[in-house]
C-alpha cells in the first residue's frame, strides 16, 4: 500500500526566504507525482505535475523535483511572498489504476510573513 | 473556461439521513473523480468515472456510490450518513482517463452530519 509522507507538516518563514518542502512515497512504481496547494475552506490548484520519467519541472518560482528511485520528491519555492500561504500536498499516482487515482500526503502548512 | 462546479458547497444531514452531492467537470472533460477530506485521514480517494464506467474504486463502505451521466456530470450519494462522514468531498476532472493528467479539482461540498 502507498504511502506518502511530507515534511515538515508546518513552516513559517519571512517574506523573502527561498524554501524547500518534502514529499516521500514508499512505492516507487508511479505514473506521476503532482504537487498541489490549498487555500483555507477552498478546493486543490494544480502546481506542477512531474511524469515518472522526468527529473524535475518548473513554473515561476516553483520547481518540483521527482527522485523515483529513493521514493523522493521536493518543491522549491524561491523568494517567498505572503501569498504563497497555503497547505502544500503531494500526490502520487500508482501504475495500478491509471493516473488519476492519486494518494495524498499529509500536507505542509506554509505561513509566510511580512 | 468554467472551472469545476460542486454543489452544494455546504449541507447539515442527521445521522440515518441521505446525501447527493453533484459535481459538473469543465467542458470537455470526461473523467470526473471524488476524494474525501477530513482532519484525521487527509485527503482520500472514493472513485472515478470515465465515460459513464466506474474505472476506479477507493476503500470506502458500500454507503458511498456515485454516477456519471452521459454529458460527464457526475454524483456521489452516501446512505446512512454516520458523524464520521462528516468531510470535505472534492471532485476533480480531466480530459482523459489516463496519462499525463492534471487534475482541476472543485471548491468541494461540506458535509456536516449531526
Known amino acids: 500500500k502507498q504511502e506518502v509522507t511530507q515534511i515538515p507538516a508546518a513552516l513559517s518563514v519571512p517574506e523573502g526566504e527561498n524554501l524547500v518542502l518534502n514529499c516521500s512515497f514508499t512505492d516507487s512504481a508511479i505514473y506521476n507525482l503532482q504537487w498541489f496547494r490549498q487555500d483555507p475552506g477552498k478546493g486543490l490548484t494544480s502546481l506542477l505535475l512531474i511524469q515518472s520519467s522526468q527529473r524535475e519541472q518548473t513554473s515561476g518560482r516553483l520547481n518540483a523535483s521527482l527522485d523515483k528511485s529513493s521514493g523522493r520528491s521536493t518543491l522549491y519555492i524561491a523568494a517567498s511572498q505572503p501569498g504563497d500561504s497555503a497547505t502544500y500536498l503531494c500526490?502520487?499516482?500508482?501504475?495500478?489504476?491509471?493516473?488519476?487515482?492519486?494518494?495524498f500526503g499529509t500536507g505542509t502548512q506554509l505561513k509566510v510573513e511580512l | 473556461k468554467a472551472g469545476v462546479t460542486q454543489t452544494p458547497r455546504y449541507l447539515i444531514k442527521t445521522r440515518g439521513q441521505q446525501v447527493t452531492l453533484s459535481c459538473s467537470p469543465i467542458?470537455?472533460?470526461?473523467?470526473v473523480s471524488w476524494y474525501q477530506q477530513t482532519p484525521g485521514q487527509g485527503l482520500q480517494f472514493l472513485f472515478e468515472?470515465?465515460?459513464?464506467?466506474?474505472?476506479n474504486k477507493g476503500n470506502f463502505p458500500g454507503r458511498f456510490s456515485g454516477r456519471q451521466f452521459s454529458n460527464s456530470r457526475s454524483e456521489m450519494n452516501v446512505s446512512t450518513l454516520e458523524l464520521g462522514d462528516s468531510a470535505l468531498y472534492l471532485c476533480?476532472?480531466?480530459?482523459?482517463?489516463?496519462?499525463?493528467?492534471?487534475?482541476?479539482f472543485g471548491a468541494g461540498s461540506r458535509l456536516t452530519v449531526l
Open positions: 500526490a502520487v499516482s500508482g501504475l495500478t489504476g491509471g493516473g488519476n487515482k492519486l494518494t
Open positions: 467542458s470537455g472533460h470526461r473523467s
Open positions: 468515472y470515465f465515460s459513464e464506467t466506474q474505472r
Open positions: 476533480a476532472s480531466s480530459l482523459r482517463g489516463s496519462g499525463a493528467n492534471v487534475l482541476t
